[in-house]
């Protein structure tokens, strides 16, 4: 636990929160600014400051509680969609640095688009990929 950690604090009850789940290795609760109703994050109750650093059965946890409270929470706000986001990093949008997964349910005409991409220059995608394997 990080003493200065919001989610931590949550986690120890210091600061309440709406939960949606909660087990031995993970809480999830609603998201006090939420994108759509419904706006749940995920989070483990050991502190990792990213993704990168949780380690992987903590992951594989998660990942089968997204699968386990998802179809609750979509028909709660009778949502048939959602979004996973999961920012690592300020620069990716990351504020609380302890990792945690937004489950956000969607509808129609909610407002949020999707990331707009781009074609790779003529070239610039066989550059990178050699850089991506020359680093894994």
Same mark, same amino acid.
């Given at each position: 636990m990080n003493n200065e950690c919001i989610f931590c604090k949550i986690i120890k009850g210091e600061i309440p929160s709406y939960k949606v789940y909660e087990d031995d290795k993970v809480l999830a609760?609603?998201? $006090?600014?939420p994108v759509n109703p419904g706006h749940t994050l995920l989070i483990p109750k050991e502190h990792y400051e990213n993704t990168l650093e949780t380690p992987v059965e903590i992951l594989q946890h998660m990942t089968e509680v997204v699968k386990k409270i998802v179809p609750g929470i979509l028909k709660a706000v009778d949502a048939d969609s959602w979004n996973l986001g999961v920012n690592n990093g300020a620069t990716a949008g990351q504020v609380v640095f302890h990792t945690h997964w937004h489950i956000m349910p969607r509808f129609a005409n909610d407002g949020?688009?999707?990331w707009k991409g781009k074609e790779y220059e003529e070239g610039k995608a066989e550059k990178i990929i050699n850089k $991506?394997?020359?680093n894994l």
């Open positions: 609760f609603l998201d $006090i600014s949020h688009g999707l $991506i394997k020359a």
